[in-house]
């Protein structure tokens, strides 16, 4: 493939051209459309990775602390992806959700999920009895369910499009097969190295995925958090059994984790989807479950925060490790709330590879992080809902970086 020699200087170098990459560009180029802005992406493609490779709902904002960075972007940002949707034509739907409750052991957890729901401004949430849930979904069984009806699926790939297209005709570059391999800040430029040479920037934003934390490391920013690699498989339901559910399915979480356990989801090419798990595998692009990076796998075992999460979940991942080596297994669990689910109604289906950042004490970080060195912003941990929130996301990172940066709106 020929590649284009890339701009040697530029006002905005952006890092990643997966959802949140490109929402940022655009965003810097709404607020000031004269910036020169390069956007560096690794592989020959956008959306190659986390935004090519999820559920694709458009979540409500139901789990989230109310305090949380997650909890007012992903509602603000379900707003505003409806509407660039709506002006780029991009189809979603309206499908609703069911959060079941299997066994009364599960009402409390439910419950919360509630007064988050609530508090967190989400529209049309109400509490369904079994009654109540057969009527939405008559395949599924509970004790109880929240439903919510905003709930949606989108092509989160189109949208990452229809971003592209949109930047690149307000003039900015997107290069890419041309990964970053190091930022450093030199008085008062940053110096970006890539696979075509280097670019002089005045400022930088790295939205890197699951590599977000070695471009952060690189341009002298702490270690911790450090990104671990957890690999989301799903099983696709063969065409003729879609019909078992009409929205989307989810059981209730553990809240001491930021996965969402197995659940069902439709998608917008018709497609119905159980999954994703969620395995800490040995390399950040894992797609093949065999697949291990040397690199990888290394930097993941000597960090200290992954015994300790190893420790304290070995009975989950064990669970985890029961759903790669079954199909029945992973069939079974969808099953205590599909009971008409059968083993050879599905097929294998993708995987995901979540950037999940680990804490160097152990914890799973649940919300979204950023932070500065001097000149460069970096994303941290954008994991789920860090689609739906894409467009929010970005109107906070530039707030900030103009705060931080002292950038002149104009
Ligand atoms: C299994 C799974 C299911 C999910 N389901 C949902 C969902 O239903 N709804 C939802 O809202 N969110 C969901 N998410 C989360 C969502 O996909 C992410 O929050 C979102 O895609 C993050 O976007 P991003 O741009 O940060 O990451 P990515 O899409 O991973 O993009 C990062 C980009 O940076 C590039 N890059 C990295 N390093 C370099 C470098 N050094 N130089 C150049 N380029 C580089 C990568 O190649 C990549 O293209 C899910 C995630 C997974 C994995």
């Known amino acids: 493939m020929e590649h284009r020699p890339v701009a040697p200087a530029t006002d905005v170098a952006i890092v990643g051209a997966g959802i949140l990459g490109l929402a940022v560009a655009r965003e810097v180029l709404r607020r000031r459309p004269a910036t020169r802005l390069t956007v560096f992406e690794r592989e020959p493609e956008i959306a190659t990775h986390q935004t090519g490779h999820n559920s694709g709902v458009v979540h409500a904002g139901i789990y989230y602390l109310p305090d949380s960075l997650k909890a007012q972007l992903c509602v603000r940002g379900a707003r505003a992806l409806y ?115 280097q670019t002089c920037a005045d400022r930088v934003i790295a939205c890197a995925g699951a590599w977000s934390d070695r471009l952060a490391r690189s ?112 069939v079974e669990e969808a099953a205590r709330y599909v009971p008409g689910l059968r083993l050879d109604d599905v097929v294998p289906g993708p995987a995901g590879i979540r950037a999940q950042a680990v804490s160097r004490d152990g914890r799973l970080v649940d919300d979204f992080v950023f932070s500065e060195t001097s000149r460069t912003l970096h994303v941290r941990n954008a994991p789920s809902p860090g689609a739906t929130s894409a467009l929010a996301i970005a109107e906070h990172i530039v707030d900030r970086a103009d705060a931080v940066f002292g950038w002149a709106v104009t």
């Open 219 to 330: 341009s002298g920013a702490p270690a911790d958090p450090r990104i671990v690699p957890f690999r989301g498989a799903y099983m696709r339901l063969r065409p003729e059994r879609r019909g078992l559910v009409n929205g989307l399915v989810y059981p209730v979480p553990n809240p001491e984790l930021p996965f969402l356990g197995i659940h069902v989801t439709r998608h917008v090419s018709g497609d119905v989807l159980l999954g994703p798990s969620a395995l800490l595998v040995g390399a950040r692009d894992a797609y093949r479950l065999r697949r291990v990076n040397p690199r990888d796998l290394a930097e993941t075992l000597v960090w200290p925060g992954t015994a300790r999460v190893m420790r304290r979940w070995w009975r989950t991942g064990v669970q985890e490790l029961r759903f790669a080596a079954s199909k029945r297994a992973f």
């Open 83 to 197: 509407r660039f949707c709506e002006e780029h034509r991009i189809r979603f739907e309206r499908c609703g959700k069911v959060i079941v409750a299997l066994a009364e052991s599960e009402l409390p957890a439910l419950d919360e999920l509630e007064r988050r729901g609530r508090a967190n401004g989400v529209d049309g949430l109400s509490r369904l009895d079994p009654a109540g849930l057969a009527e939405i979904e008559p395949n599924v069984r509970g004790v109880a369910a929240l439903h919510s009806p905003e709930t949606a699926i989108v092509d989160y790939p189109a949208v990452a499009a229809a971003l592209a297209a949109e930047i690149t005709a307000a003039g900015a570059e997107i290069a890419t097969g041309c990964g970053v391999s190091a930022l450093s800040e030199r008085g008062s430029q940053v110096l970006v190295e890539h696979e075509r040479g």
